[in-house]
């Protein structure tokens, strides 16, 4: 049986693939994936409305799968690039296709990231 910190870490893991595991929010993270992009511009690039979009964009959110910057009325939104480097060097590290820890010049996941605490399980 795995030990309760590597079990909180698998844990983690999942949430943020569940998170991931949805065809709306891979429709949104893709709008955002380039360049940061208004709620009104995602709107218009998915064609996804009100309140979905909301409510899509709350749970990626939640996940830190996004960053969000308020200006003025509007609120924008684009991708956390180190948060996907690092959820793809922990399925890497899975997979057997990465080294653990990933090499320095790699971004990585914020110190509090499940997929980053769990690639480092592997040691």
Do not use: W
Request: one cysteine or more; aromatic letters at 4%; glycine letters at 8%.
């Amino acid at each position: 049986m795995a030990d309760s910190s590597v079990s909180e870490e698998l844990d983690a893991l999942a949430e943020v693939l569940r998170a991931l595991a949805h065809p709306v929010r891979l429709q949104i993270l893709h709008a955002i994936c380039e360049r940061e992009l208004s709620v009104g511009e995602i709107e218009d690039a998915t064609g996804i409305g009100q309140p979905g979009l909301s409510q899509q964009l709350s749970i990626l959110r939640k996940a830190d799968l996004v960053l969000s910057q308020r200006s003025g009325k509007q609120v924008f939104y684009q991708v956390d690039p180190e948060r996907m480097s690092g959820i793809g060097h922990a399925l890497a590290v899975m997979g057997g296709k990465a080294e653990v820890p990933p090499p320095q010049d790699a971004p990585v996941l914020a110190p509090d990231s499940g997929a980053a605490r769990f690639a480092r399980v592997f040691r």
